[in-house]
């Protein structure tokens, strides 16, 4: 069979296909996402979204419970999500197998916070497998079910940013066969964790790991690299390929199972070296666990525990200077600020709180990029979900002449990924406010994504879309009201009433994603300044559209709408009193 150059994501998707996957799941979340996206064009694999994390799980869990084997994929905030039924999975452990990938994200490119998954495979007592590169990321995924199988246990496979999107060559091998057949099989001591099963089943897992740790040390997974200095290297992951370019002499123990550690290999390592450092990304994990066995190594007094480790930071934190690059910039780039889409509905709804001096609760999404001026309209974010349940909270805290200005905002994606739960504690407990849904009808912050309110599943099949307005009033909400975010006037109006209105009530702002290949607006003209009209008062570029630029350098500087960005979407049309935007016939 030839081989390939793939992703990370797509070696996974690939060592899961071989390893005769047959039910996945997932929420999408960068840098994971791309694992389901490759994984469902593999025949014979029913792949799927879920609306969170949790669910992704447990619908593993369903499969495995069945004979199945099942991968479910997340980012690492994600596993916060699934960490309820992940700890007593581990109790009650696999039939076929099951491996949970999840995606770190160092130097959070698109992430609220920078943890290190490693800690939560040490928390709920599973193995973890840790790839360097993508030929790594297809062997230990098809690894990972053997060792599931064999161990009665979930693994973990962790990738980070650098594994899941850069590209190496991978081996593909044919998928496993003779694997059994899917069916019922009834084990309730095992199965059902009632306090009195789960004693029984705690001193197991206590077990597994202590053989899962002496077993480790004679597979090949976890290396030593003979070198010709007197140094020796603990490392995996990705900082295996930044030790092995900039100390070449070293001897390195390439740990591929993170956890447990081989502390018998580790002994024996540390015994043959004068001196050893860890080096590791993130968290001090392993060099923890080394100096716990009372080893003497030296690691995160030296390397960075923040940010993204790179060829760059190692040099410096090892020898003080930054390695000669073989690339140099040629041209400096223009910058590009995080931005909301031309044409993006959003960008209507914050330009309208913003004018009624709302404080807004706001939610992970591209959304939250309305926090950014000129917008600068969004003044709380925390996690998925937690835009309604953070203005419950505060509106519960402030005297009753400030509650109204509280407006809990969060998008279709969001609210069904945990937001509806917030919801539900606002009806249930009598919580006032305002609650603004951004229907867009996509998952668009990663990557226009399907969901259960787009209409269409992961594998492009058509299913019922989630009708929010039906939704919230049969939850309780009594005040529903649908408002196309386009219409400034509109939005404004009824945003306005609802924040005075004493009750609960949700806006729904609705319209499709400018880029959703499905449910997006038909081409519409594009929008020029008219020069003559244009009296310079710069209310246009209060909304922050990409497309609209201020002609510093002109003798009389104007607005300038650039064609090719502008979707005509008319929202500048809306605050310009003078008339000075209109459709460009020209193009």
């Known amino acids: 069979m030839p081989n390939f150059l793939m992703s990370g994501n797509e070696a996974i998707a690939r060592g899961a296909y071989e390893a005769g996957v047959r039910v996945a799941s997932a929420y999408p979340g960068t840098p994971s996402t791309e694992i389901l996206e490759n994984l469902v064009a593999y025949p014979g694999v029913d792949a799927s979204w879920a609306p969170n994390e949790k669910v992704a799980l447990e619908v593993g869990i369903g499969a495995s419970f069945g004979g199945a084997r099942a991968l479910v994929a997340m980012k690492h905030v994600g596993v916060n999500v699934a960490a309820d039924p992940l700890f007593t999975l581990s109790y009650?452990?696999?039939?076929?197998?099951?491996v949970l990938a999840c995606a770190d994200d160092p130097e959070m490119h698109s992430s609220q916070n920078e943890q290190d998954s490693r800690n939560y495979a040490k928390f709920a007592k599973v193995p973890m497998f840790e790839p360097a590169d993508s030929e790594e990321a297809r062997a230990f995924t098809r690894l990972a079910f053997e060792v599931s199988?064999?161990?009665?246990?979930?693994?973990?496979?962790?990738?980070n940013t650098r594994i899941s999107h850069g590209k190496s060559v991978v081996s593909p091998q044919e998928p496993v066969a003779d694997l059994p057949a899917p069916g019922l099989r009834r084990d309730p001591a095992k199965m059902v964790m009632l306090p009195a099963n789960a004693r029984k089943r705690h001193p197991l897992v206590e077990e597994r790991i202590d053989t899962l740790e002496v077993w480790s040390c004679e597979q090949s997974f976890n290396r030593v690299e003979e070198g010709s200095s007197d140094i020796g290297i603990i490392t995996s992951g990705i900082a295996y390929q930044y030790v092995r370019q900039l100390l070449p002499d070293a001897h390195i123990l390439k740990l591929g199972m993170v956890y447990p550690l081989p502390k018998q290999l580790i002994r024996d390592f540390a015994a043959r070296c004068q001196t050893l450092y860890v080096i590791e990304e993130l968290d001090p994990f392993i060099e923890e666990q080394v100096k716990a066995m009372g080893i003497e190594v030296r690691g995160k007094e030296l390397i960075p525990r923040c940010g993204e480790l790179t060829p760059e930071r190692l040099e410096s934190a090892l020898h003080g200077s930054r390695p000669a690059t073989a690339y140099q910039h040629t041209e400096e780039l223009p910058g590009r600020p995080p931005n909301m889409c031309a044409g993006c509905s959003h960008r209507g709804v914050f330009y309208t709180l913003k004018r009624l001096g709302a404080f807004v609760t706001g939610d992970i999404g591209c959304y939250t990029l309305g926090f950014l001026p000129p917008l600068s309209a969004?003044?709380?974010c925390v996690c998925m979900g937690a835009g309604i349940s953070n203005a419950a909270g505060l509106i519960k805290a402030l005297p009753q002449q400030e509650r109204s200005k509280v407006?809990?905002?969060?998008g279709d994606s969001t609210f069904l990924h945990t937001g509806i739960n917030s919801l539900i504690d606002m009806i249930y407990n009598g919580g006032l406010g305002t609650v603004v849904?951004?229907?867009n009808r996509v998952t668009a912050m990663t990557g226009r994504q399907e969901n259960p309110g787009s209409g269409y599943t992961l594998a492009g099949v058509e299913s019922p879309p989630i009708?929010?307005?039906?939704?919230?009033?049969v939850l309780g909400v009594k005040h529903v009201e649908?408002?196309?975010?386009?219409?400034?006037?509109?939005?404004e109006q009824v945003l306005r009433q609802e924040m005075a209105r004493e009750e609960l009530s949700v806006v729904i702002a609705k319209r499709p994603c400018m880029l959703d290949r499905r449910h997006g607006p038909a081409p519409t003209p594009a929008l020029k300044v008219v020069e003559d009209h244009c009296r310079s008062c710069k209310a246009c570029l209060k909304l922050g559209c990409p497309a609209i630029s201020w002609q510093q350098d002109s003798p009389s500087p104007k607005a300038h709408i650039n064609g090719s960005l502008c979707s005509g979407c008319g929202l500048c049309r809306h605050l310009c009193q003078f008339e000075a935007i209109e459709v460009n016939d020209e193009r």
Do not use: K, N, W
Request: glycine share 8%.
């Open 378 to 380: 969004m003044d709380t």
């Open 482 to 491: 649908v408002v196309d975010p386009y219409d400034l006037a509109q939005t």
């Open 467 to 473: 009708d929010l307005q039906a939704l919230c009033r």
């Open 437 to 439: 849904l951004l229907d």
């Open 92 to 98: 009650i452990g696999v039939r076929g197998g099951l």
């Open 407 to 410: 407006v809990g905002v969060m």
């Open 149 to 159: 199988e064999q161990f009665d246990t979930p693994v973990m496979l962790r990738s």
